[in-house]
């Protein structure tokens, strides 16, 4: 039997404390959905309690010392949500 298809899919990240354009916005969370469903798929999916959907999850803080790509900032975006997941289990 083949295993179930698996996909992220995030609707909104909210971002507190940056002054970014909704448009950046939305590429950040692009980039973190796609960084996540590839550390999962790696990592292994996390066994979501009652349901294989999750209506939120509150991930630690990011402190940003220093100037940073839009796209390094999402993988540790990414990492910090994966880590999140994996204590949920």
């Given at each position: 039997?083949?295993?179930?298809v698996?996909?992220v899919?995030?609707?909104?990240?909210?971002?507190?404390?940056?002054?970014?354009?909704?448009?950046?916005?939305?590429?950040?969370?692009?980039?973190?959905?796609?960084?996540?469903?590839?550390?999962?798929?790696?990592?292994g999916w996390p066994?979501?309690?009652?349901?294989?959907e999750?209506?939120?999850?509150?991930?630690?803080?990011m402190?940003?010392?220093?100037?940073?790509?839009?796209?390094?900032?999402?993988?540790?975006l990414?990492?910090?949500?994966?880590?999140?997941?994996?204590?949920?289990?």
């Amino acid at each position: 039997m083949n295993d179930p298809v698996r996909i992220v899919e995030i609707d909104r990240l909210r971002l507190t404390g940056l002054e970014i354009t909704p448009k950046r916005a939305e590429r950040i969370r692009e980039l973190v959905e796609a960084e996540l469903q590839h550390l999962l798929e790696q990592g292994g999916w996390p066994e979501v309690p009652g349901s294989s959907e999750l209506s939120r999850l509150d991930a630690p803080t990011m402190h940003l010392d220093r100037p940073h790509s839009d796209s390094n900032f999402a993988d540790g975006l990414a990492r910090s949500i994966f880590q999140t997941l994996r204590s949920v289990e």
